[in-house]
């Protein structure tokens, strides 16, 4: 008869390295406090670490940096998203720097989701999804999904020219049909500067 402990180990040592882990995955395994244990004494010999409560990961070796990495906050808010079978859609700096047009990464990441609303803290990054009204969400395309958010967080007539070149450019590559889709539920102003890519 295989103990907890050992099945827990077991199956974490089947995922890849960098796998993001929560502790539901590991629920049928045993109960609830000797899942916990289990996990708890494997953060203890550094096999996973605790990432925030009830989520961990597989460290990945890094032969450039000769140290164990872990997953970002954007993977680890991916990964939340696919377990919760939620949508998410990065906003202000976060949406920025996704398309480029700041390169500082932000240290408060705020995603608008269908699922639950929560703070998450991950090293010194914070995670904050906030619920958001299904229009939020209807945008298709990935760029055009991106501006709206990046421009909506610059401001009315604050963008730059330098911006709105590199906008520009990036919508060219979106498919045509979820471009058309995005700029009927844009704001007016922001759908403007849209369809200039039509």
């Known amino acids: 008869m295989q103990s907890v402990d ?4 077991e199956q974490i ?3 890849k390295p960098g796998t993001i882990l929560f502790i539901e995955d590991f629920l049928d395994l045993g109960s609830n406090g000797a899942v916990h244990t289990a996990l708890h004494r494997l953060v203890k010999a550094k096999k996973i ?16 940096l ?4 872990l997953p970002d906050a954007e993977e680890v ?32 990441i705020v995603y608008l989701t269908d699922g639950s609303p929560r703070t998450i803290k991950i090293g010194k990054r914070t995670i904050q999804f906030k619920k958001t009204t299904p229009k939020n969400l209807a ?26 070149e590199k906008i520009h450019s990036l919508l060219l590559k ?22 200039k890519a039509l």
């Not at 000769?66 to 990495?69: P, R, Y």
């Open 6 to 9: 050992d099945k827990v180990t």
């Open 13 to 15: 040592n089947r995922t």
């Open 49 to 64: 670490s605790r990432l925030a409560r009830g989520i961990y990961a597989k460290p990945t070796f890094s032969k450039l």
């Open 66 to 69: 000769n140290q164990d990495v």
């Open 77 to 108: 808010a991916i990964a939340i998203a696919k377990r919760d079978k939620a949508r998410l859609l990065p906003t202000g700096a976060q949406a920025q720097n996704a398309l480029g047009l700041s390169t500082q990464v932000p240290l408060r």
């Open 139 to 164: 945008l298709k395309g990935e760029v055009s999904k991106l501006v709206v958010q990046a421009l909506k967080d610059i401001g009315k007539d604050k963008a730059t020219t330098q911006e709105l």
């Open 174 to 195: 979106e498919d045509k049909q979820d471009l058309k889709h995005d700029i009927g539920l844009a704001p007016q102003w922001i759908a403007e500067i849209m369809a």
